[in-house]
């Protein structure tokens, strides 16, 4: 290649890489400073160091601020996550039981939180960029606190609305959620963040 090409061709790539740089931070950054709440579908897989699928489940998610959130499962059977800020209800109907637990104690470097909260990303993560691909601009936030439950995680923007999540644990496995059908800032009532235990359910904690 002709040498004045070459170094204009890099200058090129160098000047799209700085502008997806921005855009990748910025688009996550606004979405968070713009969300109060939100509700959209999601697909979840979990898979192994090697890319071994070794669970798939879906359902609705919604999030209200501060604090209140709702993981709805359907399949491979129903079983809920609600929270209204204070407290935490984990439902599984396979084993007939609810456990109770804080808000705080649960939530303490959980990607969650990073919904939730309008902290800076700084405060919690190196931020690093890693570009356009499959349609989704990429960056991957790594916590700075020992805490989190979670050494990586990778989101994926598209059409300035987040689109992916994906969260390495400490055990090498990844948990890759997918939104769609997503609708920003919708009315939710309080109620939906609210647990009624069904009779007959074991109760842990609380």
């Known amino acids: 290649m002709n040498p004045i090409r070459f170094l204009f061709a890099c200058l090129l790539s160098l000047s799209f890489n700085t502008a997806y740089a921005d855009t990748s931070k910025k688009m996550l950054e606004t979405f968070l400073e713009n969300t109060s709440s939100m509700k959209a579908e999601f697909q979840q897989q979990l898979v192994d160091n090697k890319g071994i699928l070794l669970q798939e489940s879906a359902g609705i998610f919604i999030l209200k601020r501060p604090g209140k959130f709702q993981w709805d499962y359907s399949l491979p059977y129903p079983q809920k996550i609600v929270s209204n800020g204070k407290n935490i209800w984990i439902y599984d109907s396979e084993l007939e ?26 405060a919690d993560f190196t931020v690093t960029e890693k570009g356009y691909s499959r349609d989704q601009y990429w960056l991957v936030l790594t916590p700075k606190s020992a805490e989190n439950e979670f050494k990586q995680i990778e989101i994926g923007m598209r059409n300035n609305i987040l689109h992916t999540m994906k969260l390495k644990d400490n055990f090498e496995q990844t948990t890759i959620i997918e939104f769609t059908n997503m609708e920003l800032n919708p009315d939710l009532d309080n109620k939906l963040f609210e647990f009624i235990v069904p009779k007959g359910i074991d109760v842990v904690g609380g």
């Open 97 to 122: 039981q609810v456990s109770i637990r804080k808000y705080e104690q649960v939530l303490t470097g959980a990607p969650v939180i990073l919904l939730d909260q309008r902290k800076s990303l700084d």
